[in-house]
């Protein structure tokens, strides 16, 4: 069993990006062992990956007669990994998916880790906002990053007139300072080291407007699901059986997880994978298992994003994924 060397910097720079796109090359023009199988990750170890990290540590993997590897990592182009076969698999979200769909590239979705997107905004919690409507619209700042479907959905959909709306800086530092300002953020991430800092913040959930992708989403391309069902169908069954026994106890992941990602102690590991629980484990999970997807929630999300001008015709939505179990 092997792990990725991560890069140390959270989302920030454009030298590291850089070298992530350079490595992520390399990664597909080294020698590839047969039987192994990667996952990239668009991120670093963090909990929303906990039910990987839990089946790599707990063996689930090769339980389930598989040898997984990981690679990736911030600014990964994990959609064009998948699609040139730089990687095996992949970690995006469902709006990526219908995007590289509409644009011709053969990639399915696999397994839906968060059934409640983890995106939101956050402002301070001082100013009393009972709504994401009126934070947005409230006079102030809103760092966003800019051209991403979610932002182009809430300006179709709020007048955001009365917000500044400036780029989002990868970083709490303004917020902190400034009470007027409402930023961007992953529930499991930049709330919880705002309050840490001090702060107050509070949190609207994006999918409270209705736009509300599946995230952290296992993908693959198409041939490779057609080709190798076997492998993919016990992947995610693994996949299913390590989010359930991280969901259940996440303490022993979570402290391989802080060595792989010195950045984030313990603390922020737990308040974290707590955060998560309620986004990842619903309603619909209870009914259908854990990284479930329905085709209702893909033919909204496909519409949404035509409707904002993302993509052009909307596809038969059981085109964009493969149901766990089936």
Same mark, same amino acid.
């Given at each position: 069993?092997?792990?990725? *060397?991560?890069?140390?910097?959270?989302?920030?720079?454009?030298? &590291?990006?850089?070298?992530?796109?350079?490595?992520?090359?390399?990664?597909?023009?080294?020698?590839?062992?047969?039987?192994?199988? @990667?996952?990239?990750?668009?991120? #670093?170890?963090?909990? @929303?990956?906990?039910?990987?990290?839990?089946?790599?540590?707990?063996?689930?993997?090769?339980?389930?007669?598989?040898?997984?590897?990981?690679?990736?990592?911030?600014?990964?182009?994990? =959609?064009?990994?998948?699609?040139?076969?730089? *990687?095996?698999?992949?970690?995006? +979200?469902?709006?990526?998916?219908?995007?590289?769909?509409?644009?011709?590239?053969?990639?399915?979705?696999?397994?839906?880790?968060?059934?409640?997107?983890?995106?939101?905004?956050?402002?301070?919690?001082?100013? $009393?906002?009972?709504? &994401?409507?009126? &934070?947005?619209?409230?006079?102030?700042?809103?760092? /966003?990053?800019?051209?991403?479907?979610?932002? #182009?959905?809430?300006?179709?959909?709020?007048?955001?007139?009365?917000? @500044?709306?400036?780029?989002?800086? !990868?970083?709490?530092?303004?917020?902190?300072?400034? %009470?007027?300002?409402?930023?961007?953020?992953? /529930?499991?991430? @930049?709330?919880?080291?705002?309050?840490?800092?001090?702060?107050?913040?509070?949190?609207?959930?994006?999918?409270? +407007?209705?736009?509300? %992708? !599946?995230?952290? /989403?296992? =993908?693959?391309?198409?041939?490779?699901?057609?080709?190798?069902?076997?492998? /993919?169908?016990?992947?995610?069954?693994?996949?299913?059986? $390590?989010?359930?026994?991280?969901?259940?106890?996440?303490?022993?992941?979570?402290?391989?997880?802080?060595?792989?990602?010195?950045?984030?102690?313990?603390?922020?590991? *737990?308040?974290?994978?707590?955060?998560?629980?309620?986004?990842? #484990?619903?309603?619909?999970?209870?009914?259908?298992?854990?990284?479930?997807?329905?085709?209702?929630?893909?033919? *909204?999300?496909?519409?949404?994003? #035509?409707? =904002? $001008?993302? =993509? $052009?015709?909307?596809?038969?939505?059981?085109?964009?994924?493969?149901?766990?179990?089936?």
């Amino acid at each position: 069993m092997t792990h990725a *060397t991560w890069p140390g910097s959270r989302r920030h720079s454009l030298v &590291l990006s850089l070298v992530l796109v350079l490595a992520a090359a390399w990664v597909g023009c080294r020698h590839q062992d047969r039987d192994r199988l @990667e996952i990239a990750l668009n991120w #670093k170890p963090e909990p @929303e990956f906990g039910g990987i990290f839990e089946a790599l540590h707990d063996r689930i993997f090769e339980a389930n007669g598989l040898d997984i590897e990981l690679s990736g990592g911030p600014g990964a182009p994990v =959609i064009q990994m998948v699609v040139a076969g730089r *990687t095996a698999f992949g970690i995006a +979200s469902a709006d990526e998916v219908v995007i590289a769909r509409a644009r011709g590239s053969d990639v399915v979705a696999l397994f839906a880790t968060y059934q409640t997107s983890p995106q939101g905004l956050m402002a301070h919690a001082e100013r $009393g906002f009972d709504s &994401l409507a009126a &934070l947005l619209a409230a006079p102030g700042i809103l760092a /966003v990053e800019p051209g991403l479907p979610y932002v #182009k959905f809430l300006g179709s959909r709020y007048d955001l007139s009365h917000r @500044e709306v400036v780029p989002y800086s !990868y970083s709490i530092a303004a917020f902190l300072t400034d %009470p007027e300002l409402a930023q961007q953020v992953f /529930v499991t991430a @930049e709330p919880i080291a705002a309050r840490r800092a001090g702060a107050h913040p509070q949190v609207f959930l994006v999918a409270e +407007s209705g736009y509300n %992708p !599946y995230t952290a /989403v296992l =993908i693959a391309r198409g041939d490779r699901v057609r080709d190798d069902r076997g492998r /993919v169908t016990a992947l995610q069954a693994a996949l299913r059986e $390590g989010w359930r026994r991280y969901l259940d106890d996440p303490s022993a992941a979570n402290a391989w997880i802080a060595e792989q990602n010195p950045e984030m102690d313990r603390e922020s590991l *737990t308040l974290a994978a707590a955060a998560q629980v309620p986004l990842i #484990k619903t309603d619909a999970t209870r009914r259908d298992g854990l990284g479930s997807m329905t085709p209702e929630r893909w033919s *909204t999300l496909a519409e949404q994003l #035509k409707a =904002i $001008g993302v =993509i $052009g015709e909307v596809e038969e939505p059981t085109r964009y994924f493969i149901q766990p179990g089936s």
